[in-house]
């Protein structure tokens, strides 16, 4: 009755009634069955740890209970959830029940190094030792500072039980580490967040908190992904603490202050937000869904990241025109990402389908090798098929091999075993990652320039590093320049069917005109340049736009005129977010200059000329009349005053209280605060002096004349005596420029 459904296996039969399967598995059965037809229930559970699959698989689930299940119930579980949006979100009902959590003390031992993390965290360990009772799970960032960490307490409590537990741990050691001793002695478990909500650990009755996790981030300008380690959010914190009160009354040692603790983020930070969406983007293709911000997001996917995935996927013809093609669906059926489901496609055409699947199980997993056998990956293939022939034994090939054979039999191969041709392996990598096909920059320096325009090295004694051309496979985006981790030779005659002649126009943003050039290029790699006699206006309006993408802020006439124009729209963008308000934002309107400003560039030569465009006059007359009228109707740009002054709002870009700033003796008689958005929205009012001067805030203008007006006006008729301070305000005439009282 009871079965479940993981990548590669699964235990369900006719008479399974519950299915326990990852949020991935979910998103691909609605995929096969949009309905979820003999579905009655899903339950997410640990919602609040905001994985990409799980965001997507919500989306989905709610997308088909809204068009298709109407009766399809959506159940959301967590001890630490983002109640008020998910209710918004879902329609839904909030149970909460406070479960049998017994107390846990709360300790705050001062700020933590990173640096110094192993040290500091094993002193505390051993002072919580001497403290408390029970075992003791700690939480570090990652597997480095928990060796380092298990080392230093090795030496120092030698009648304690020491355990590491992170993911890539083989069972025999988690399953050590989270069952008691079984001669009773005490434990200390030196843990990733894993441990936070995915286990229970028996016994546990102390936390350290190192205030530490780690986490992959997307770069999306970059196309590359970086390990980097953050702060927790106080919902992990709190689950982290948890760990302490499950069984008994614990005790949290936190290694920060409660100063620093009330600085932290709420929620953590949803996969979505920072991940690859290569594999998103495809699963809405195949869906059918065209505007992937019609669905029901809990975090709408960046838009920068949703175009990038989107380039790559058409770049690997997955997608035309934003449609999906029989080769996306053939890249869809496949359990793993598009790049690497490309890349074994691509293999069973070459005839090298055999080694494509070595290569994607070795990209899929950690590698087998120590670091300082150097970055070829042909090095890690030769062992992996040399373990498959019994000649080695290597326990971290045994996933690996488990998963290369789930590709054979996918593909219907047999394993190879034979000598591996390096170039044919660097083949395999450029199906997968185009972009990073590298060639070594001119000098003995170990370094490369990659498709992408990104520059790379390896170490100049690895054996790859003389080496004229590579395919790179893992990479590290680094602050100035990658790190290249695996990799392999390529022939360059390998690379002619990428080989592309581009038209290159250039515009100089200081002195003006236009350098142009027809290159042989692969990417961002110039394999010939030859200069250009004749450029087209076409061409020349693009290179300008091209600039103005980025450098435009600086390049525009963004007036103050403009700004406030501006933030009126992106104000009724955010008050009426049905009524379909453009995103007249900096960043948008110059990522997406070419549509509204391409006309206007023809005459452009050099950068004062883009100066002297109106861009307020150019992107008001974009919006239709009825929209015009709503803006100046609901988000007026100005308010007349008692004294006949038509004093001018200040609106914000993110839709708050527009301000009005007025001097007081103008608003003399004003009895009510100013409304705009149809009587919807009050102002806040600024009350300046006559030097313009703040004096008050307010939004309530009748209670400021009962009450506050007379503390003000004991301040203002000492520091402006010669001005008039009536007793009644409401009934005083207000006063337009610098009329003083009568001497």
């Known amino acids: 009755r009871i079965g479940y459904r993981i990548r590669f296996d699964n235990c369900i039969g006719k008479n399974t009634q519950v299915e326990i399967i990852t949020e991935g598995i979910l998103t691909r059965m609605i995929q096969s069955d949009n309905a979820l037809e003999n ?22 689930c709610r997308e088909s209970q809204q068009v298709l299940r109407p009766d399809l119930r959506i159940m959301v579980m967590s001890a630490t959830l983002n109640m008020p949006e998910l209710t918004t979100l879902l329609n839904a009902k909030s149970v909460v029940s406070k479960g049998r959590q017994y107390p846990v003390e709360i300790v705050y031992s001062g700020e933590r190094d990173l640096q110094l993390l192993p040290e500091l965290t094993a002193r505390l360990v051993i002072k919580a030792c001497g403290e408390t009772e029970g075992d003791i799970l700690v939480f570090l960032p990652g597997e480095g500072e928990i060796r380092e960490c298990e080392d230093i307490l090795k030496t120092k409590l030698k009648q304690v039980q020491i355990h590491p537990l992170y993911g890539l741990l083989p069972p025999n050691q988690q399953f050590a580490a989270i069952m008691p001793n079984k001669f009773g002695k005490r434990k200390v478990v030196l843990a990733t967040s894993i441990a936070e909500t995915s286990l229970t650990i028996e016994g546990v009755r102390v936390v350290i908190d190192s205030g530490f996790s780690r986490t992959m981030k997307f770069d999306a300008s970059s196309g590359l992904s970086r390990l980097e380690t953050i702060d927790v959010t106080c919902d992990s914190a709190d689950q982290r603490a948890g760990r302490a009160g499950r069984l008994s009354p614990g005790k949290c040692y936190r290694m920060w202050s409660k100063a620093t603790h009330n600085r932290l983020r709420p929620h953590r930070v949803p996969e979505i937000e920072e991940a690859d969406l290569t594999s998103l983007v495809l699963d809405m293709a195949q869906w059918g869904i065209s505007n992937i911000y019609s669905l029901a997001w809990m975090s709408p996917p960046p838009k920068t990241s949703i175009e990038k995935a989107s380039d790559l996927l058409h770049q690997l013809e997955a997608l035309s025109d934003h449609k999906i093609t ?17 890349m074994l496609i691509m293999a069973k055409l070459d005839g090298l389908a055999p080694l494509a699947t070595d290569v994607a199980a070795l990209l899929e997993e950690r590698d087998p090798l120590d670091k300082l056998v150097g970055v070829d990956i042909n090095l890690r293939i030769e062992a992996l098929r040399r373990f498959r022939s019994g000649t080695i034994v290597n326990k971290k090939l045994i996933r690996i091999e488990k998963i290369a054979n789930q590709y054979r039999q996918l593909l219907k191969v047999e394993a190879d075993n034979t000598f591996v041709n390096p170039f044919e392996t660097g083949l395999m990598i450029v199906h997968a990652y185009p972009e990073r096909i590298a060639h070594a920059k001119p000098g003995n320096n170990a370094q490369f320039k990659m498709a992408n325009g990104n520059i790379a090295s390896i170490g100049h004694k690895d054996d790859l590093a003389h080496e004229a051309w590579l395919a790179v496979a893992h990479i590290n985006a680094r602050e100035n320049m990658g790190k290249i981790f695996l990799a392999s030779p390529i022939n360059p005659k390998d690379l002619m069917p990428l080989v592309k002649e581009k038209e290159v126009i250039e515009w100089d943003t200081k002195k003006g005109g236009f350098l142009a050039f027809k290159n042989l290029c692969i990417g961002n790699l110039i394999l010939q340049s030859k200069p250009m006699d004749l450029v087209s206006s076409e061409l020349k309006v693009e290179a300008i736009a091209k600039v103005i993408a980025k450098e435009g802020e600086g390049l525009l006439n963004f007036d103050a005129d403009f700004e406030q124009w501006q933030n009126r729209v992106l104000t009724m963008r955010t008050w009426y977010p049905n009524d379909n308000w453009p995103d007249v934002s900096t960043p948008q309107l110059l990522a997406t200059n070419r549509d509204w400003l391409a006309p206007f560039l023809n005459n452009v030569k050099k950068p004062d000329d883009l100066k002297r465009i109106n861009i307020l006059e150019l992107l008001h007359y974009l919006l239709e009349p009825k929209k015009q009228n709503q803006l100046n ?38 009895l009510e605060t100013p409304f705009v958005n149809d009587g919807l929205q009050p102002v806040l009012m600024h009350l300046l002096s006559p030097g313009y001067k703040l004096v008050q805030i307010t939004s309530d203008l009748k209670s400021f004349w009962a009450n506050a007006y007379f503390d003000v006006k004991k301040e203002l008729k000492a520091r402006y005596p010669k001005h008039e301070w009536p007793s009644n305000p409401l009934e005083a ?11």
């Open 39 to 60: 579905v009655g229930l899903v339950i997410f559970d640990e919602f609040h740890e905001r994985s990409l699959y799980a965001d997507v698989a919500l989306a989905l």
């Open 326 to 342: 029989k080769h996306g669906k053939e890249i869809h059926l496949l359990p793993c990402h598009p790049r690497l489901a490309h």
């Open 633 to 670: 109707t609901l988000a007026p740009d100005k308010i007349k005053v008692p004294s006949g002054s038509n004093i001018k709002l200040l609106y914000r870009p993110t839709g708050e209280i527009p301000v009005l700033a007025v001097r007081l003796q103008e608003v003399f008689g004003l």
């Open 733 to 743: 005439l207000p006063i337009r420029g610098v009329k003083r009282k009568d001497t």
